[in-house]
């Protein structure tokens, strides 16, 4: 830092341009220097010389005369009486520099000639301005003359070469560095590059610029040199740096995405090779350094990531349409700087139009599946239960055939038949079969209820409607059964006014609550079953005609087990396997056990064999049944006096006395064991027994013989 003397700070002569300008105090100007004024303050200078002056003169020194010459003042440094050294530097590329007082007013100008000229009078190492330069450049610095010669260096450079001043100023630079590349910069004027100078005591990369005069002749040379290591870990970084630029390159290839990278002001920087296609609608090279934001509001496309991510400093994701239609999942990713300023934003776009279509495609297809998926669900589960169904007779073939039929339709059914026949087998079967098969299937015995309780029961209740009611009131079984069946199981002992709200529930589909006026329409299918002959009701008075009609849309008669023998083996041997699985145990039934189901006359049906076949079971000793275990459990006796054979098909009557007439007597003896016994059961004598026993007998015998020697 140095002062600048008093006597060298020069007036500042301006001229006002606020007011009328006056010729005469032109031309009294004597300094080379006219500053313009406005409003109180500089804002241009013109130098003057005897030329400009003519001009002036010519154009009678109007305003705009002066504006025409006038120079800015914005690049003219402003200095205090003391200067710094980094000023000085200022100071030497402009004419002059203005001084300021101590409150920061324009006080006088000083040239750059007095400056300098002051600089070099003062005898002070700390302005050695080229010592200063030299000293504050890191790279070794050496000046060359005609000569060849080294003038000047810097400490740096004679620490890269290994040497003292002493022994390099004003020596010839040859003996340093290569004299060859010397004369060729002073024989050519042009400057050579990364030149690699490698001794015993140095190696450095070195640089030869000439210095040219106002001629354009080389009057010496500047020798710029870099220590080696210094170089090899700058090359190294650059290497470090180009193979991650590869690396990100090689990443930015090989992603799907298509990405982008924005600056903070939302200006595209980079992007990768992946584009997505008829998108842009334009060459992304052209968008580099320009704003991206302006796209959206051109409706290019539409939300900007990059102006939400400005907006809301996050990540985002957004789904982005097109103009021609197309859809674009863009995610946008800010990066911030260490002062958590936003620095970068990356978008990684995907072009989901065709994933967009397949998905919904794909919904499609997962609802075509799910409903064959629920088609073949329903499929099995009526196959499920038809496995259940166990019959092969014609009569029960007959009657679900007819099921299967009325099964789509929502149509009344009453099932008749004795009791234990499997009415609610049937039922069942119905809604199985049919479309309301996912809706609810409820039974009401009507009756096992008390009458005070049915219509409760049936028909639900409001809130407070009775004593002892629930507070909530109830939902009744035709409401719960709402859109599936109710089976009325019983439907002869059904009281009389039960009867006249039913009869209503059927002609109009819709219930009211016991203790409520507000009616609500179901939609429920009635299934009645009754082994009860209704009409013979009706004809008592029993039953309501109208309503015995209502129910008997469609019919169906289920005969009992003793006109169907065929099936009783069936069942027999099916209740018989699901207790063995039950219990682990191997029970089976003998031929002539099977014989004697089938010729007992069930007056207890299906139900009656179900009970029979498990009570076998509990109390077999052995795993074989035989005929003679089984009949101690049939009531013979009863059957004696009710009991009725059964034919099946038409055959020559004599052939069905013979065929009944062995049945009973095999069955007798296997049963009583003695011709006595067995006589007497039967009631015919004695020798009638053991007569055609014998037969029998004699008969099988030649039978067997004869397959024996075929």
């Known amino acids: 830092m140095f002062s600048v003397a008093n006597e060298k700070v020069k007036p500042i002569v301006s001229v006002i341009m606020d007011a009328e300008i006056s010729k005469p105090t032109i031309n009294k100007l004597k300094e080379p220097f006219i500053f313009l004024e406005k409003q109180n303050q500089l804002f241009a200078y013109i130098a003057v010389n005897s030329q400009l002056l003519e001009r002036l003169e010519k154009e009678n020194f109007a305003k705009e005369a002066l504006l025409k010459y006038a120079k800015p003042i914005e690049s003219i440094c402003h200095l205090s009486q003391n200067i710094s050294l980094p000023v000085l530097f200022q100071i030497i590329g402009e004419p002059f520099a203005i001084i300021r007082d101590e409150e920061g007013?324009?006080?006088?100008?000083?040239?750059?000639?007095?400056?300098?000229?002051?600089?070099?009078?003062?005898?002070?190492?700390?302005?050695?301005?080229?010592?200063?330069?030299?000293?504050?450049?890191?790279?070794?610095?050496?000046?060359?003359?005609?000569?060849?010669?080294?003038?000047?260096?810097?400490?740096?450079?004679?620490?890269?070469?290994?040497?003292?001043a002493e022994k390099v100023l004003n020596f010839p630079a040859g003996n340093i560095f290569s004299g060859q590349r010397i004369e060729k910069v002073f024989a050519t004027g042009k400057t050579l590059l990364n030149n690699l100078e490698i001794t015993n005591e140095m190696g450095v990369l070195v640089d030869y610029s000439p210095i040219l005069n106002y001629n354009s002749e080389v009057d010496g040379i500047i020798i710029v040199a870099q220590d080696l290591p210094m170089v090899e870990e700058m090359a190294m970084e650059i290497e470090n740096i180009k193979d991650l630029n590869k690396d990100l390159n090689a990443i930015l290839s090989s992603i799907y995405d298509e990405i982008l990278v924005v600056n903070a002001k939302g200006e595209l920087i980079r992007y990768s090779d992946n584009i997505i296609q008829d998108f842009w609608k334009m060459d992304l090279k052209e968008l580099i350094g320009k704003n991206i934001l302006k796209l959206e509001d051109q409706g290019l496309f539409t939300p900007s990531v990059t102006r939400l991510v400005l907006e809301k400093r996050k990540k985002v994701s957004v789904v982005q349409e097109t103009r021609s239609g197309r859809k674009i999942l863009a995610v946008g990713n800010p990066v911030f700087n260490e002062k958590n300023e936003l620095d970068r934003i990356i978008i990684a776009s995907r072009d989901i139009t065709e994933t967009t279509r397949l998905k919904s495609e794909l919904q499609e297809m997962r609802k075509i599946s799910e409903q064959y998926k629920k088609e073949l669900d329903d499929f099995k589960s009526k196959d499920r239960f038809l496995k259940k169904l166990i019959y092969c007779s014609p009569k029960m073939e007959k009657i679900m055939n007819q099921v299967k039929k009325i099964a789509d339709f929502s149509s009344t059914v009453l099932l008749h038949g004795e009791s234990g026949v499997g009415k609610e087998v049937i039922a069942q079967a119905i809604h199985q079969l049919g479309k309301r098969s996912h809706k609810p299937f409820l039974k009401l015995n009507c009756g096992a209820i008390p009458e005070n309780l049915l219509e409760s029961e049936l028909f639900g209740y409001a809130k407070g409607a009775f004593t002892g009611a629930d507070k909530n009131g109830k939902i009744g079984y035709f409401k719960q059964a709402d859109g599936g069946i109710l089976f009325l199981d019983e439907i002869g002992e059904l009281p009389s006014h039960l009867q006249v709200k039913l009869l209503r529930v059927l002609q109009e589909q819709e219930v009211i609550p016991v203790g409520s006026t507000t009616a609500f329409r179901i939609n429920v299918q009635i299934i009645a079953a009754t082994n009860k002959r209704l009409e013979k009701m009706v004809e008592e008075g029993k039953f309501r005609e109208d309503l015995y009609y209502r129910l008997h849309v469609i019919p169906i008669h289920i005969p009992p087990l003793r006109e169907r023998t065929e099936d009783i083996s069936l069942l027999a041997f099916h209740f018989l396997q699901q207790l063995n699985e039950k219990y682990d145990r191997n029970y089976h039934l003998t031929p002539d056990a099977v014989n004697v189901l089938e010729f007992y006359s069930w007056p207890g049906n299906v139900r009656e064999l179900q009970n029979i076949i498990e009570r076998l079971v509990v109390t077999a000793d052995h795993s074989a049944i035989d005929a003679e275990f089984v009949s101690q459990f049939l009531s013979l006796g009863y059957e004696h006096k009710k009991m009725k054979p059964v034919i099946t098909r038409v055959i020559p009557l004599q052939d069905a006395i013979d065929h009944v007439e062995e049945q009973l007597i095999l069955m007798a003896m296997n049963q009583y064991k003695t011709t006595t016994k067995a006589a007497k059961a039967l009631g015919i004598s004695q020798s009638s027994v053991s007569r055609k026993y014998q037969k029998i007998i004699t008969e099988k015998n030649m039978k067997l013989e004869n397959r024996s020697t075929t």
């Open 105 to 164: 007013n324009p006080s006088g100008y000083i040239r750059r000639e007095d400056v300098l000229a002051e600089l070099f009078k003062q005898e002070n190492k700390s302005v050695d301005l080229l010592k200063i330069l030299l000293t504050s450049i890191p790279m070794g610095i050496f000046v060359l003359d005609k000569e060849k010669r080294i003038i000047n260096c810097n400490e740096a450079g004679l620490k890269m070469i290994r040497s003292t």
